[in-house]
């Protein structure tokens, strides 16, 4: 066991005689068959669970296409998934939908794809949109995305109008199809002016934009419902792949025997880009009847003799469809005709995640960075970002969407960082996930004064219940559950708050930890990662006077304190110049730099911070009522603050800086000093 500091964390394994355990890098020894004979592989049926292999790419790079993605995922014989989802129809469903995505990104799809609906404006920018939930999927929550785009009926300028606009959104892939006729009970005809087939949009999309899309098209296992004859169809796919798709996604099946002989008969007319099996698991009576009419597809009567007696029976069907789709996928794995599987979710989440950890292709995201990268390809070489915004990410990339590159390498000298400002709270990506009744039981439905609200920033950190029996597992600093590594600090945190040091981020130091830590890990095998102790809280005046009083002991340390107004902004940092707090060392690179402590930076995040009070938790409760009031009173007359133990080789001392405050506060109470915070600014403000 490695030695252990006073935050609970281990220190280097080089001080300690002990080997780490390091995990297991044998590559599993996977076959795709189909590629090079007809002999099918006597491989492992899919990825044994935690022991997935990294791919011969960083396929977690935004940088790389989805065609080079997923080849990089075949030559290395890592299986992959990827999920379908229609955009919902109210902002409340747009608010749970990239919920869902949060979720289901942890699990590691190679990508998601949105579905397109031309009677609902896909291409508008309401939050419902299309185009809206496949931006916001890539933007904020930082998954690859690919947009369905319909053709049928469409002008070739209303096409490359919806296509620049993806473009300018971060999008990069795009499943074309023909789609349906705006006037479902019309009569199609060939209109030389339209577009008739999803040919048609392949063709324009590699002439209009070259290479910058990835193209995937839809193969139909059975054949199209409108096709001519089942070999019609496969001929027109080959048309649609010579025109420039990159690969092929198909249609529902229901066993895995449909499935081989389409890909042998793709292969036998010169089809050779990858195909993925699309996979729907049959999740209920009704909606496998809805889908089934919609894809006039028949049912195997081995299927029907097991799901027609379960009809009224939802949760026994689930289940047989989690297995039916488990063992359907399996043989198509361990015969090597599937190089992934892609998932129609019908927006749901329960089935597929079962399917994928029974696979065992459910698997943790490894972290090329401390924080999560958006997909966005302009931001694919983003490296640096200040701490403030670590439980934030998404207002951070939101506020900073318009910048026209982003900082590589190190942050630089801005002398004016230009955030947008953050205007509207309550945009279907940065507002919470929970609702106001949720968030009113975990709150406090009634405050009766500032006690109350340091009980529900201790009970958020130590996952307890509040006096009601509610878990508090959400501030509005922090829409998520505390971070692996705030565990290790935990105890002292619980008491900070316990006594109105309402702490909203914070790091343990860490002095050379492997690069492949469970906890503290990040970026490439074979590293070393560094943290200094980072402390970030709300207090009242009379606490940051007894700080900056003894603050003189502990050269070591910055700090920076704000209020609400921006009036108050001092800080002991040299010239204001940013500070690293998180760093890595990793073969044949320089040192990266990914978390820093700027003073510009934490006045922008000024703003947000204590907007929050206000925005998220104040307008809870009645515009007169005595619980707004008190976090109205919080917001004006706390002061926001940030500590840096810079001195991480020899541990942590805020702790003990925040002790000393303390006894410092009681110091001034015995001698009741009257000296406000900014009399004591003036009169140091030469020693600044």
Sequence with gaps: MSPVHQDGVPVSAATDNAVPNLPNLEEPKQGYGWLHSTTPSESPVTTPGNSRPSSPMMFNSFEATLTEKIKARMESKDKFFSLEFFPPRTKAGAV???SRFDRMRSGN??????????????AGDSETSSMMIAHSAVQYVGVESMLHMTCVGSQKEEITKYLEKAKGLGLRNILALRGDLPNIDAEWQYDAEQFNYATDLVKHIKKEFHNYFTICVAGYPHGHPEAQDYEDDLIHLKEKVDAGADFIITQLFFKASTFKKFVDDCRAIGIHCPIIPGVMPIQSYDSLRHIVKLSKLEIPEEIKLI??????????????????ATEMIRELFSSGYAPGIHFYTLNRE????????RLGLWSDIKKPLPWRLSADPSRAHEEVRPI???????????????WDEFPNGRWGNSASPAFGELKDYYLFYLTSQSPKTELLKMWGEELTNEQDVWDVFANYITKAQNKNGILVNKTPWNDEDLSPETEFISENLTKMNQNGVLTINSQPYVNCIPSDDPTFGWGQPGGYVYQKAYLEFFTCEENVLALLQVLGRYPGVNFQVVNKNGLINYTNIKNKKPIAVTWGVFPGREIIQPTIVDPLAFNQWRTEAFGLWTEQWGKLYEPDSSSREIINNIAESYLLVNLVDNDFPKGNCLWEVLEDMFSRRKLNEKMNLKLSLYEWMNMHSNKK
């Design 350 to 357: 329960v089935a597929s995640t079962a399917i994928l950890k």
């Design 109 to 122: 799809p190679l990508f998601i794809d949105v579905t397109w609906h031309p009677a609902g404006n896909p």
């Design 388 to 402: 403030f915004w670590t439980n934030r990410s998404k207002s951070y990339v939101h506020r900073t969407r318009h």
């Design 96 to 98: 749970n939908l990239l």
């Design 307 to 324: 799901v027609n007696p379960l009809k009224e029976n939802d949760d026994a069907i689930r289940n047989y469809g989690i297995h039916q």
